[in-house]
């Protein structure tokens, strides 16, 4: 039995689709109708608790286990630091980081006490690799990472297992989902330069690699014996670039990424 956040559209949605396929229980949660083939909808508000808890005892209450989580709801921002509100950064990891923590939190109890369970966070490139001009949904990431990582070594021993998923860029609705900040444009110093960060990348989500390839690495890791921590997905470029962010120095890494969205010229 797996329960997928933000499973109305994007990576949710194609990975709920295809578990259902395989042959998993799949409850998807989301404010909107997820209106998959397969998967139970529960209308599920990830910075509410209270949705949260409900949402998580249906699933005890109808399937009588709970196997895995898998945490994919989330939005981005873009614009620069200075140009952004505390409200907007706020909204952003209210989503993107306490909806994970919450979900992750009701799901717990009950994993440990059946002795089993797997939680999965869909998190990004973005959360390994800075992205000039998206910091906060970087920084939201980040979070993720260090959240997921911590709270693996803390229920080990109870039998659950925490994965990191790492998409770099897919092409999925959130693309046209993404929030610019209200102080952007052309009154804010930062114009020129987000302008052409913005639209490289979006030219690399548009292009990005077909969300379908979420499925068949969920249903890898949901059935795998020993999970790896974490697992990267999308083009080999990416994953190239991901690698080369573990490996080489700041002062040779970062302007690798400045040039490629504009920033330095």
Known sequence: MVLVTG???????????????AGHRVFG?????????????LRMDVTEPSSVGAAVDEVVRSAGRFDALV?????GIAGAVEDTSLEE???????????????????????RRQ???????ISSIGGQVPLPFQALYSASKFA??????????????????????EPADFRTGFTRARRVVAGAGSDSAYDAAFTRALGVIEKDERTGSDPELIGPLLERIVAARHPRLRYS???????LTLGLR?????RAFVPLIERHYGVRR
Do not use: K
């Open 71 to 75: 945490n994919s709801a989330g939005f």
């Open 7 to 21: 499973a109305a559209s994007g990576l949710g949605r194609a990975g709920a689709r295809h578990l259902a396929a």
């Open 246 to 250: 573990r490996v080489l120095p700041s």
């Open 144 to 165: 993720v990472e260090g959240l997921m990582e911590a709270l693996s070594e803390e229920v080990r021993t109870f039998g659950i297992d925490i994965v990191l998923i």
């Open 233 to 239: 997905t999308g083009s080999a470029v990416e994953r």
């Open 115 to 121: 002795g089993h369970g797997r939680i999965i966070a």
């Open 29 to 41: 949660g989301d404010l909107e109708d997820t209106s998959v083939p397969g998967v139970t909808g």
């Open 89 to 111: 950064a706020r909204a952003q990891f209210e989503v993107n980081f306490f909806g994970v923590l919450g979900a992750s939190r009701a799901a717990l109890p009950v994993m």
